[in-house]
């Protein structure tokens, strides 16, 4: 269970590196070229949202369709629920096309649990398949693929036709920049990334050679924010920092390593910057190399729903860090679990999920359809249609998922066990909120000592810290 944060930290307690992580935060936005004033940003959506007040969030609209489900609704109905749910919806009849729409999508992920294809199908054809709401994507995504699996029980698909898978390769070298600048402006990234890297800057505070194993999507901006807290510590010069990027294909690093060397050169840090080529089904197989007297850090972002696919992933991973006797791992993760049997049960688990996933990125990227576009469709394809698509036993899609709780029984096993995450870390998080007024709706709890990140009240992503067993590391001394 998420428990209500109740983080009451006295600035006097909060750690040096605490200041120059919100300094230097500060001063990694203006290194993007190219976007636009943030108060003025804020302003437009301000703006912006009071335009679309009227209508509601695709998380309220299926909030109310579970709480409705699965009885059908009838007129007048939706005024009443909408009420006795604390809302007043002033669009009411779009707000009940929407609503119908969700119920509808429910009702048929029912039936084709139930194997009952045909009323599967019948209920989906008054499902739209088109919309530009956040609410209305939602709908039309999952029908699509909800109908497509149809097609495939049904043995109706055209095995000659044209299939546009996603290329998220193609995607990422044509809008990079533009990319680089939206996960400034989401909270989920910011806020977790941030609390990561201070919690690792906390951790390390008297290393003198510290080597950052930074496993999974690099967006980097997180690297010159650890470099400029290093190189104002005042009570321990640094002598070495290593990074080691472990990244897919997909991430070329090249050109921020050059980037990061040149900064490095600038604030007097000795860098050493490494590239591990590694797709999701070889990081078992990495080999990292490690320097006498160095502090092992390890960043694992979004790797680990990747690696669930195969234990034999996890395991040789773990050993294989395990032998440079890391000094902390920071993870950060999706938080979700659809490990159920139950077809239904899942779609109905992942509806608001994706609602909150939307209207997040809605209310945060006014302005940046194409940047939403891809965000929207490599989630819809990750978390939706592989889950949709592939059968229950596939182990693709939905079954990757796991909540905190399966991490921290997992790592047990090996003795990796949770520990706390720093307080500034935590107290920053929790500044970072109020900074932009379309991140009201991100808000924090604990599971643990893990930190959950939410959106309107749909856990979305952990943050959590970790210490390796301490006999490995006597062994290795």
Known sequence: MVEKSKLQISPSNLQGSFALLSKYRTQTKRLREGVPNQLQTDQKNEARCALTSQALSAVTIVKMALHFHPTSLKTGDFINLAESLGFKPDLSSQNENHLKHVLMLLNAAEEFSNEDYDQAESLLVSVPTSGHLPIERVITCYAKYLSERIDAKKCRI??????????????????????????QKLPLIQISNYAAIQTILDSLSSAEKIHFIDIGRKLCSYWIVMMQALSNRKNCQLKQLKITAVCSSVYNVAESGKLLSSIAESMNIPLVFKTLLAEKNTLANLHFESEEGEKVAVFMDHSLHCLAACTKNVEGLLRGLKRLNPHVMVAIDVEESFTTSSFGERFRGALPMSSAV???????????????????????????????????TSGIGFSHHRRIDFWREYFSRFGILETEMSEASLCQARLMIGERACWSSCSLGMNGKSMILCWKGIPLRFVSAWKFPLIIQIHHK
């Open 158 to 183: 055209d095995l000659e036709r044209q299939v546009n898978h996603f290329d998220l390769e193609e995607h990422m070298r044509d809008i990079k920049e533009t990319i680089l600048a939206c996960e």
């Open 358 to 392: 939307v209207d997040c990125l809605e209310s945060c990227l006014e302005g940046e359809r194409r940047c939403i576009d891809v965000i929207e469709r490599l989630h819809f394809q990750e978390s939706i249609c592989n889950g949709v698509m592939n059968e229950d």
